[in-house]
């Protein structure tokens, strides 16, 4: 009883900004709704992003966005270098999503997440001036195991002795696009299945790091956005991540060199976001694996969440009911 009275988190008890952050992502959820299914991606972003930056401004902190949605399709946007916060209490950076999954709430489709990850100041990778990166997540079981220098047949082959269980029973994650084609076809040679993501990668990257999911490994090229969020949330959930810089072009490749970032170098979740200090929150927009979208409920909307932090390794999912007349 003594040794677990004397644990660092037990004894020195300090408050947990994700549970103030989740006002904001709940927030942008329920007023994104509205446009769910609508096909106004965009429309679905901005309502997002105005509720969101309004909520964050509450927040007791003095917080930047290190790197932010939207830039790369002209989308609305909480725009990098931009302040939120009340500007008292911790220094932080900040990478959000307001909506991840813009075209899955257009089209009504699941898995669309907003999003928020915070870490110390100074600690967040800032790879804005490259819009994509090239990533694989798996629990703790791929640390040691798994890596990006080695093929996907081997990583998988490596993952599933580690996991103690046959190839055939490997289920892989990866956005379903033309540029992975080839990745696909090389996952499904080595014997594993695919869980093919039409968007929203933050969702599959943290499905992949959870001990309980279906999903054992997530990988390909998504958003460096979405890549710095995933980190924030596989160091609370104790998960294996790396990943490397894909520039589109060489003008893109320019900008990140220029910008001190390493484009040949695997990054791991450390390099990503730095230190044991992070928080990651998601609110369900629509339906998914993760947790359930807004729904309404009568006189009322209620929202799921799920709320981590990596220093006290700590992971809470939060139902909330909002009176339906406040918000609508």
């Given amino acids: 009883m003594a040794s677990s009275d004397s644990a660092p988190h037990f004894t020195h008890p300090d408050r947990n900004l994700a549970m103030e952050l989740v006002r904001a992502t709940e927030a942008a959820a329920i007023r994104a709704t509205p446009w769910i299914g609508r096909g ?5 972003d901005g309502a997002a992003v105005d509720a969101m930056r309004k909520f964050l401004g509450t927040v007791n902190f003095d917080g930047i966005i290190v790197i932010g949605e939207g830039e790369k399709d002209h989308a609305p946007m909480l725009f990098n270098g931009e302040h939120v916060g009340n500007g008292r209490g911790p220094a932080v950076d900040i990478a959000v999503d307001p909506i991840d999954g813009t075209s899955l709430t257009a089209a009504g489709r699941q898995n669309a997440l907003s999003v928020i990850a915070v870490s110390d100041r100074g ?5 804005s001036t490259v819009f994509r990166m090239n990533k694989i997540v798996t629990g703790a079981a791929g640390r040691g195991v798994v890596d990006l220098s080695q093929s996907i047949g081997d990583n998988i082959r490596a993952l599933a002795k580690a996991l103690g269980k046959p190839v055939s029973e490997i289920r892989v994650a990866v956005l379903d ?17 695919t869980r093919l993501l039409l968007d929203g990668d933050v969702a599959g990257g943290i499905n992949a790091a959870r001990y309980e999911s279906r999903i054992d490994m997530c990988v390909g090229v998504g958003g460096s956005p979405e890549g710095v969020i995933t980190a924030a949330a596989v160091k609370a959930l104790g998960g294996f991540m790396q990943g490397t810089l894909a520039p589109g072009d060489d003008d893109e490749r320019a ?6 970032l390493k484009m040949d170098t695997i990054l791991s979740v450390d390099d990503l976001v730095q230190g044991d200090n992070t928080f990651f929150v998601a609110t369900g927009v629509t339906d998914g694996g993760l947790v359930e979208g807004v729904r309404r409920k009568g006189p009322i909307i209620r ?25 609508l």
């Fill in 40 to 44: 106004d991606k965009n429309a679905a």
């Fill in 123 to 127: 600690s967040m990778l800032d790879a």
């Fill in 177 to 193: 696009r033309p540029r992975h084609e080839g990745l696909i076809e090389e996952i499904r040679a080595a014997g594993a299945g």
């Fill in 255 to 260: 900008k990140g060199l220029a910008a001190g």
């Fill in 303 to 327: 929202t799921e969440s799920i709320v981590m932090r990596s220093k006290s390794g700590t992971i809470r999912r939060v139902i909330a009911d909002h009176l339906a007349d406040k918000w």
